[in-house]
């Protein structure tokens, strides 16, 4: 759950729903095969499921003290793509979503690139 703070009141965004929207922000990408399992967790939950969870490969944070989230993502990419420009195209194309969609402030969109795939 992330917390936001304004003269207004609270607003309160499930992670749920946070980690899906980035999730389907990131996998819509030119390039991106699939999403790649962040730890044993989610692993397991993909092996048990199996499916693709709307958060596989996303992980979400806050900094402490500064209300800005950063953003991890695993993903594995089509062989023979300019890797870079995929991986520019999912930090633009997430900051922009996250921003729009809820209004928080993104500091860092993290993007590993864990294989490549044809």
């Known amino acids: 759950m992330i917390k ?3 003269h207004l009141g609270d ?12 999730g389907h922000a990131a996998s819509s ?15 397991l939950r993909t092996n048990i499921l199996k499916g693709s969870p709307s958060d596989r490969g996303v992980k979400v944070y806050s900094e402490k003290g500064t209300g800005k989230i950063v ?3 695993h993903i594995y990419v089509t062989y023979g ?8 195209s ?4 997430v900051r922009y979503v996250v921003e729009s969609e809820t209004g928080l402030s993104v500091h860092r969109v ?3 690139v864990d294989g490549l795939e044809s």
């Open 4 to 6: 936001v703070e304004n």
């Open 11 to 22: 607003i309160r965004i499930a992670g749920s729903y946070l980690t899906s929207l980035i």
């Open 29 to 43: 990408c030119f390039g991106v095969v699939r999403m790649s399992p962040i730890g044993a967790k989610q692993g």
């Open 71 to 73: 953003i991890e993502l």
């Open 81 to 88: 793509v300019n890797v870079a420009a995929i991986v520019d």
């Open 90 to 93: 999912i930090i633009n194309k």
């Open 110 to 112: 993290n993007v590993f």
